[in-house]
C-alpha cells in the first residue's frame, strides 16, 4: 500500500525536467578523441615535431587557463577538457616546424585574452584556438608559412620546405599542381590522405572525416553548418574557380585541401561561437564558404578558412538576432513610421 | 563611367579598409553608442547621410574655391568648418522642421561634427584627386562600412552583457579588446582590391 502510494506521488520541481548523461566535459572529451585520428596522421607524416608542437600548446592553454582562474579566484574548470580542446585546435594548426615561443604566445592569447577575459567559457564571442592562430600568422608571417614536406618516416630536422597546396594554385595555377603530384589522381589522393604540405592537423581529409563521423554520429555536431559551409565552396569553386571561364573549377581541390575539413566539423561547428538557431547555422554556413573562397579565389592569403570562421564568428550574434523564430500566436507589431 | 571603380571604392572603403577596423579613427563615437542596438542603428543611419553630404560639399569647395585661389593648405580647418557649418545648420533645420525626427537623430549630430572619419573622408578624396562621383562613392563606403562595424559591434556588447567578464576588464577594456579581435578577422580581407 505505502509503496503504491510512493510511485504515484507528484514531483513538482523546476525544470529541466528531463535529465541525460550529457557534459560538457564528456562533449569536450570526445571531440578531444575524435581529432586523434588526425592527429596521428601528423605525427605520421610530420614526425616527432607534431608531438612537440602539440604537447607544448596543450601544455600552455591548460596552464594559462589554470593559472588565470586561481588569480582570478574563479573555479578551475581545466578539467572539462576545453582548454585541453584549444590546445590541441591550434597545435593542429600550426606548421611543423615553428619555434616553441611560437605555441607559448599562441595558447596564450587563445585562452587568456580570447576566453578568460570574456568570462571564460561560453561567453567568448570568437574561436580562441583561431584567434590564437591569426595573431600568430600576423605576428610571425614568415615562420607561420614555412611548410615542411611530410616525410613518411621520421626524420631530422633538415626536412626540405615547401609550398602548401593552395599556395601552389595561387601562386603558379592548376597545371603546376598536377605535376607536383604526378597526376590529377595523384593530387586527389595526396590530399585525402594528407601527404602534403600543411598545418600539422589539417592535411590528412580521411582522418578528419573520421574524426566527424564520431561526432555526428554522437550528435554532438549537426549537419547545418558543415554541410553549407562544404556544400556553398564546393559550389562558388565550380563556378568561379577556373581559369577557362564559368562552370570549369575543380571543387575536389579546394574541398580536400587547406584547412577546410578541420575548420567545418570542429571550428566552424563551436558551440559558443555560432549561432544557435538552425536557420542562423546555415546562413553562418554559407556565409563562412562564400568568405572563404573570396579570399581564395581574390584575396591576399592563399587560404582563407580561418579569417572566414573569424568574421562569421563576429556576425553571429547579428545572424541570430535576426532568425528569432515568431512566438506562437504573437501578432506582429505594426510599426508607425512618420 | 566607370562603374567598376565606384563599386570598388564602395568594397574597399567599407570592407577592406574598413575605417575603424584597420585605420582605428572615428573609436570615440564607435565605442559611445555601441552599448545598445538602437542607438547604433540610429548612429548609422545620420552618420552615412552626413558622411555622403559632406563629402561632396567639400569636394565643391575644395574644386571650385580652394584650388583657383590655390588655398589647398588650408583644406585642414576649411574642411572643419563646412561640416561643422553643415550639421549645425542641418541640426536647426531639422529642430524646425521635424522635431519627431529631431528627438530620434539630432543627438547624435552634435557628436559627429567632430568625428575624425567624417574629415579623413574629404582630407582623402582631396589627396587622392577623386571626381565627384568617385568621393561620392569612397563616403558612401566608408558610412556603410561604419555603420557595418556600429551594427557588429552593439550586438556583440549586447551579447555579452550578463557575462561574467573580470571586473576591471568589464565596459571599455573589454569593448577595445572586441575591437583588436574584429579587427584581427578583417584583416583576411586585405589584398582583395588594390586600387
Known sequence: MSTEAKTHQLVVSVSPHVRDEESIARIMWTVNIALLPAFIMAVYYFGPRAVYVTALCIATSVLSEYLFQRWLKKKTTISDGSAFLTGLLLGMNLPPGVPFYIPLVGSFVAIVITKTLFGGLGYNIFNPALIGRAFLLLTWPKLMTKWYEPTALFVGLDAKTTATPLGILKEEGLAKLVEHFGDKAGVYKSLFFGSTAGSLGETSAIALLIGAAILLYKRYITWHIPFSFLASVAVIAWIFGGKGGLFTGDPVIHLLSGGLMLGAFFMATDYVTCPTIRKGQIIFGIGCGAVTMLIRLKGGFPEGVMFAILLMNCFAPLIDRNVKPEQFGAVKKKEDKK | ?195
Not at chain 2, 8 to 34: E, H, K, M
Not at chain 2, 124 to 149: P, T
Not at chain 2, 163 to 185: K, T
Open chain 2, 1 to 195: 563611367m566607370d562603374f567598376n571603380k565606384l563599386f570598388q571604392l564602395i568594397v574597399a572603403a567599407s570592407l577592406i579598409n574598413n575605417f575603424v577596423f584597420t585605420r582605428f579613427l572615428g573609436l570615440c563615437i564607435f565605442f559611445g553608442v555601441s552599448k545598445k542596438m538602437e542607438t547604433a542603428v540610429g548612429m548609422s543611419i545620420t552618420f552615412t547621410a552626413v558622411m555622403v553630404i559632406s563629402s561632396a560639399l567639400s569636394w565643391v569647395v575644395f574644386k571650385y574655391i580652394m584650388v583657383p585661389l590655390d588655398i589647398t593648405f588650408l583644406k585642414i580647418i576649411v574642411f572643419i568648418g563646412i561640416i561643422a557649418a553643415f550639421v549645425q545648420s542641418a541640426d536647426t533645420i531639422m529642430k524646425k522642421m521635424s522635431p519627431s525626427l529631431y528627438y530620434k537623430l539630432g543627438i547624435y549630430l552634435a557628436l559627429i561634427t567632430t568625428n575624425c572619419i567624417i574629415l579623413a573622408v574629404p582630407l582623402i578624396n582631396s589627396g587622392e584627386g577623386y571626381s565627384f562621383l568617385e568621393s561620392m562613392a569612397f563616403g558612401v563606403g566608408s558610412g556603410l562600412g561604419f555603420a557595418l562595424a556600429l551594427v557588429i559591434m552593439a550586438s556583440i556588447r549586447e551579447k555579452l552583457e550578463l557575462a561574467d567578464i573580470p571586473a576591471p576588464f568589464r565596459g571599455l577594456p573589454i569593448s577595445f579588446i572586441i575591437a583588436g579581435l574584429i579587427a584581427l578577422a578583417f584583416t583576411g580581407f586585405s589584398g582583395l582590391i588594390t586600387l
